[in-house]
């Protein structure tokens, strides 16, 4: 199997991959000016993308930072009204840096992977106070002095905002990548990534590499989708193996292969061996006619997420003027962390259940009385890793019919809260969820609109109308 050094114009040398996946110098060209001039003519209008041609670096950078870590594992669509918001609040660095981590939590509430937030917050306040507010200027600083700034974050902000010749990569771009080179083993795998990494930094542009970058995520997330790829409409698809791969099957297929054809439209995969490259398709795994370029690329298992199953008591205090309900935060480091939720403990034994009092008890809570009990059901949600059952029980009771152990406890990470407080605090998505069961169980639905109809519609007893049984009952005489 022959392997070369790649290198495109911009300078940067690739790692060693087999011939078969590279790009010529020629191809190269091709593939920056269709992409480029695909993505002036097609676009979207994005509202951190208005930010690229503010003359002030920082904010350029900062604009880009932030978009870049909201769109992590996130939709666009999601995150564009999170980002308006955000930006509006903290326009600049030092607007987010002088924030606290909870209001931080509040506006991210809702996006999920809650961390990024705080790693966003907690690296504003470097920039700010160690750095004069001065944002690192090329890849490798970014990656070295930003909390929670990978690789591919540090590539986006210093291609797009910096206009450094660095290549990135992302999950639209490993799909571009692997469909335009073949690539078929598992994308996860240490091999692949490194090729798509040597790929991504030898078709970069070197004079608009911000753009090209967000043109090849833009062509993943439109035209070169998962599922349902429009290769009619894909400006790379005559330099696309795994498109021309299928016009080759298609061809075979319909029995119009001939030797000219055949020599035309072929693969050039002769050097690659399944059984020797690590970039190609194991021989384990069969090429899916049916499934055309969706067989590239190819992800490892992804493991089952782990089962747990929590108790958790929403509990509800009746005041004179309102109703408030006990939430507490918790800790600063894993899971949600700082995030408030509902009193709840992790249920170890299989079938395990807990009464409310003792999930309670757990965080210095007794109720002496409670005026309502109710069952509020099962909650399942799906974090990325964790499969979380929570089991929910609602609890009513007088104010002074509960009583706080305020002394043994970290009393600032309880509070009460209205309903409009808690649909406001930094509470994370499945908290929402579970305080849904519980108003849904508190609350049972009115008659139905159809049923109200078929009752007012139900005519009304006429007292003066005679039964048939009484009209044909025989007259008495005096």
């Not at 995969?269 to 049916?290: K, N, R």
């Not at 199953?309 to 929403?314: D, G, K, L, S």
Request: aromatic share 8%; hydrophobic share 35%.
């Amino acid at each position: 199997m022959v392997k070369r050094k790649v290198s495109g114009d911009n300078g940067n040398v690739t790692k060693s991959i087999p011939v078969a996946h590279q790009l010529s110098d020629l191809e190269i060209s091709e593939v920056r000016s269709k992409l480029l001039a695909w993505y002036d003519a097609n676009k979207r209008d994005l509202p951190w993308r208005k930010q690229a041609s503010n003359p002030d670096i920082n904010q350029r950078a900062y604009a880009v930072w932030v978009s870049e870590i909201m769109l992590q594992q996130t939709q666009v669509a999601t995150v564009i009204n999170y980002y308006n918001k955000w930006m509006k609040k903290w326009p600049t660095l030092q607007d987010l840096a002088s924030a606290s981590l909870e209001e931080v939590n509040e506006m991210w509430s809702g996006l999920g992977y809650y961390s990024r937030g705080r790693r966003l917050f907690e690296g504003a306040k470097k920039v700010v106070d160690e750095l004069d507010g001065e944002m690192p200027k090329d890849a490798d600083s970014l990656l070295k002095h930003l909390p929670g700034v990978g690789k591919y974050t540090a590539g986006a902000i210093a291609s797009i905002a910096y206009n450094q010749c660095t290549g990135l990569v992302d999950g639209n771009v490993i799909r571009v990548l692997s469909r335009l080179r073949m690539i078929g083993a598992d994308s996860t795998s240490q091999p692949v990534i490194d090729a798509l990494w040597s790929l991504a930094n030898a078709v970069v542009d070197k004079e608009r590499p911000g753009d090209f970058n967000q043109s090849l995520m833009e062509l993943g997330a439109t035209v070169c989708t998962p599922k349902s790829p429009d290769c009619a409409a894909c400006p790379l698809r005559n330099n696309c193996k795994a498109y021309a791969k299928v016009e080759q099957q298609r061809i075979k297929n319909s029995e119009k292969l001939t030797s000219i054809a055949s020599e035309k439209n072929a693969v050039i995969d002769i050097e690659c061996l399944a059984d020797q490259c690590s970039l190609c398709l194991p021989d384990m795994e069969t090429y899916d006619d049916s499934a055309g370029v969706t067989n590239y690329p190819r992800k490892g298992k992804k493991r089952a997420p782990r089962e747990e199953r929590t108790a958790v008591c929403v509990l509800c205090r009746k005041t004179p003027t309102d109703e408030e309900f006990l939430i507490r935060q918790r800790p600063e480091k894993g899971l949600l962390a700082g995030l408030w939720e509902f009193p709840s403990k992790l249920l170890v034994g299989e079938g395990e259940s807990l009464p409310y009092s003792d999930v309670l008890i757990e965080h210095g809570v007794e109720v002496l009385y409670a005026t309502k009990k109710i069952r509020c059901g099962e909650v399942v949600h799906i974090f990325s890793h964790i499969h979380q059952t929570y089991d929910v029980e609602g609890v009513i009771a007088g104010d002074s019919d509960i009583q706080e152990d305020t002394e043994n406890r970290d009393q600032a990470r309880y509070r009460w809260v209205t309903r409009q407080q808690f649909s406001e605090a930094a509470v994370s998505t499945a908290m929402r969820k579970v305080f849904k069961a519980f108003e849904s169980a508190t609350n049972p639905k009115t008659p139905s609109s159809k049923d109200s109809k078929l009752t007012k519609l139900k005519p009304k007893e006429d007292k003066n109308q005679k039964s048939i049984a009484s009209f044909f009952k025989p007259k008495t005489t005096a």
